[in-house]
Nanobody, 127 residues
Framework: QVQLVESGGGLVQAGGSLRLSCAAS????????MGWFRQAPGKERAFVAA????????YYTDSVKDRFTISRDNAKNTVYLQMNSLKPEDTAVYYC????????????????????WGQGTQVTVSS
């Protein structure tokens, strides 16, 4: 069993930055695909970013490309999401997810590829 705990959310003005962290339990973190998803009020949970087990490949939804960066530190069992130039439409609960299988390309964007989920952290961007 893997437990994921997100932190770093909060209230920020448009144009500001936040860095989300997701700390994972377990000794096999380094083998997992890690992803970030978000869910805005009244909307389905949607893919934001993903990173492969060794960090060699990253994937982003179009709306966050060039603004968000996903990274991981396998020695610390932690994955990060650096969010810059935040917009009000980025407001959502952000969830960290871990997938025990590898993925390539669009498969990494699918919720079904992820086996474990955190409780989420709220990000609110004011205009």
């Amino acid at each position: 069993q893997v437990q994921l705990v997100e932190s770093g959310g909060g209230l920020v003005q448009a144009g500001g930055s936040l860095r989300l962290s997701c700390a994972a339990s377990g000794r096999t973190f380094s083998s997992y695909t890690m992803g970030w998803f978000r869910q805005a009020p009244g909307k389905e949970r949607a893919f934001v970013a993903a990173i492969t087990w060794n960090g060699d490949s990253t994937y982003y939804t179009d709306s966050v490309k060039d603004r968000f960066t996903i990274s991981r530190d396998n020695a610390k069992n932690t994955v990060y999401l650096q969010m810059n130039s935040l917009k009000p439409e980025d407001t959502a609960v952000y969830y960290c997810a871990a997938g025990v299988r590898g993925c390539v390309g669009s498969y990494c964007t699918l919720r079904s590829r992820y086996n474990y989920w955190g409780q989420g952290t709220q990000v609110t961007v004011s205009s």
